[in-house]
């Protein structure tokens, strides 16, 4: 994931350069509306030019099966 996010830049400012950043609490999110939700820490990659969210997954997707 880090070799690609390298390879990419910011649709706002064009920045190259992105920081790790993680949600204050962990989100509750399903991957099917009629399921429970489940618990999951979001992961966010923000741009340090402009504070752009560019990308956001979940660290362990295994935790919503």
Known sequence: LEAAMKSIFCPYCGGKD????????????????SLSPKKAIIIYKVCTSCGTIAHLYVRNPKDLL
């Open 18 to 33: 992105f920081v790790e950043a993680y949600a204050a609490s962990i989100a509750s999110i399903s991957k099917n509306p």
